[in-house]
């Protein structure tokens, strides 16, 4: 990562850079979502056992458990399980045990599944995690129907979670899905929107959209642990205002490594985002600051997409060169150390609103660990 | 309707046809939806209001409220509020008030939108009550996320609702959800299977697909309605098992407009089912008796959609002529008959199932009045 953001000393996820002996280093926070995903694994399993046997094949597909023939995928493309990860750790940390977050995990987990199936569609990407989208591989009518078994399954479980914090965890889960559909909704108008005059997009509003994107669910995750552990709602509010910062601080990463990151490393294309006419901080943090440097880069960019209703694939994007020298102008003009900036604040107030809630020892450690780690994509 | 089904004597919903003075008679069950959908409008505005803006325009779009421009829509395309009017009468059967039903009104009319939405998608429609689909105005990525938002405010809306039952409503609506994506699951499926031999559908399968994908949400909302009334489990279980059969028998006369139905009434072509290759009770009954009539019918059919992941549309079909030629051999072999038997049978099941709980003297007869006059599609 330290190419992309130079993360302040302090606990670290780890680099996966070669070690001292030239083998890949011990990453903390690979383990901690290794033990997470151990704890949450066989009621994940259960969820998705319980769908229709289609949507079922097409979730494992799109969980990355399995291959269209339905058998394990050898090339291990499942996620890291991230928000899981956080719903445990939620628990623990108010002093319950991994097992009582469970319900959320699974919840959190479909939530992420089903919007990466449904994003893919919208967004017309064909890859997810290096394999076709669930949509190339299945058609777009099937994708659809599979996303929503997800979402409907996601609501289930957590609505079945025993004991007397289910309701309360359902209502936070829902907010959160509202939130998650209007920062797609938000993303997907960006991209029809003009960089700049009347109706440009801002670096407020992209923040508030990528709030809503990333940052809900990964505050919810946290929060909704600490709920059906047991914990009172300024605590559980504590963490989901945590996790929204961790969300866009991801987000701010994200778009440092959409410009400039590598691709072996990324497995995009180089300069990905400004060759597909993508809105990212990085650029907008640029065009909002006027100048000359402005008006040079809003020149190079590309046309935004042409109707409401087309398709974001149907942008017409810009060349490799041109989208290099748009790469080299953010950076001379200040936007990428924009962006590192705010992938440092979002970080340290997600930290900051973590410390606000007296929390189990080990678990503080781990989700400090998880907090850095995160940002760090090399691995 | 009493050209598709002979309706047995009692209480009617109507016909719609011209009365003795030449003008349309009244229509008991239409003045019964339109009392509940006045109750319930209100919080349905509240609910869509809420969405993000985008979201909001191709809901009140898909719910017939606007057109594309966000104006009044003068071809008046709204829908009759079947689910919501079950929803309210469920409450005023067991003491309660139509308010106290209105948030689970609000949430099976929600979840009925998004269901059509995604729906029209994946089975290629495009037009819905005589305007084009969302996905056909909107595009398909949006009409996703309209529905995504649709399905979420409609858990956010029931889970939110006051009193001590917003949590067994939540539980229940999510069983319906699983089975409303198992019913669409298999529709999708049923297109691609073969109509004889090994994998071929039967009338029970179908009558599975049925019940999920149409009579769920029905049972769902009058349960709904009573669970937010506070009546016991055993009563919401016995709602809902009427409301199942109700979708079934609905299902039937739909299949018999799909084969028979005039198409000034209907708004589809004529024999408009068997020419794009829809498997419905009628030809299944055939099928599944055997014989000559079924070997000729098989014959006549169209083969079925080449791959699990092509669209519907890609289903060959048969033409004007073998259409008409599968709907007479049909209605020679019984079909007609059986279809219309099951009709009977399905809507006798349902009252006997709203007949074993003792209910509020009007909410009974107007569930009365609703449950026959909903089969009839002539107003």
């Known amino acids: 990562m330290l190419d992309v ?50 949507t079922g094949e097409m979730a494992a597909y799109a969980l990355g458990w399995a291959d269209t023939a339905g058998t394990p995928d050898p090339r291990g493309s499942e996620g890291k399980g991230v928000r899981q990860a956080l719903a445990v750790l939620g628990a623990e940390a108010v ?23 449904h994003d893919d569609i919208m967004d017309a990407d064909a890859l997810r995690r290096q394999r076709p989208a669930v949509w190339r591989t299945y058609g777009t009518g099937p994708a659809v129907l599979a996303g929503d078994a997800l979402l409907a399954r996601a609501v289930t479980v957590l609505a079945g979670a025993p004991g007397d914090h289910a309701a309360g965890a359902v209502r936070r889960l ?38 809503n994107k990333t940052g809900a669910l990964l505050g919810c995750a946290l929060a909704l642990g600490a ?27 994200d778009d440092l490594l959409g410009l400039w990151g590598d691709p072996a490393a990324t497995g995009k294309p180089v300069h990905a985002d400004p060759r597909r006419g993508k809105k990212t901080y990085p650029v907008l943090a640029v065009l909002a600051g006027g100048g000359s440097a402005a008006r040079e880069l809003a020149a190079l960019l590309p046309a935004p997409a042409p109707s409401p209703s087309s398709p974001p694939a149907s942008s017409p994007g810009i060349d490799a060169a ?58």
């Open 5 to 54: 953001l130079d993360v302040p000393d302090g606990p670290r996820g780890g680099t996966g850079s070669p070690g001292p002996g030239g083998g890949p280093v011990a990453v903390p926070a690979a383990g901690v979502l290794r033990r997470c995903r151990a704890v949450v694994r066989p009621a994940l399993v259960d969820a998705i056992g319980g769908l229709h046997p289609w």
């Open 95 to 117: 002093g319950a045990t991994a097992a009582d977050a469970v319900p959320a995990a699974v919840a959190v987990e479909l939530v992420h599944t089903f919007s990466l199936l």
């Open 174 to 211: 829902c907010g959160t899905l509202d939130d998650l559909v209007s920062g797609q909704a938000e993303d997907l108008r960006f991209e029809r929107r003009p960089w700049t005059g009347p109706g440009a997009v801002g670096p407020e509003q992209y923040r508030s959209m990528a709030e």
């Open 227 to 253: 709920v059906l552990g047991g914990a009172p709602d300024p605590t559980a509010t504590a963490f989901e205002r945590a996790g929204r910062h961790l969300g866009l601080a991801f987000q701010a990463v």
């Open 322 to 379: 041109t989208a290099e020298r748009v790469a080299a102008l953010v950076e001379e003009a200040g936007g990428r150390t924009a962006t590192r900036e705010e992938a440092h604040r979002q970080l340290e107030a997600a930290c900051r609103a973590l410390r606000t809630v007296p929390s189990a020892r080990t678990a503080a450690r781990e989700l400090d660990i998880l907090f850095t780690g995160l940002l760090d994509r090399t691995w």
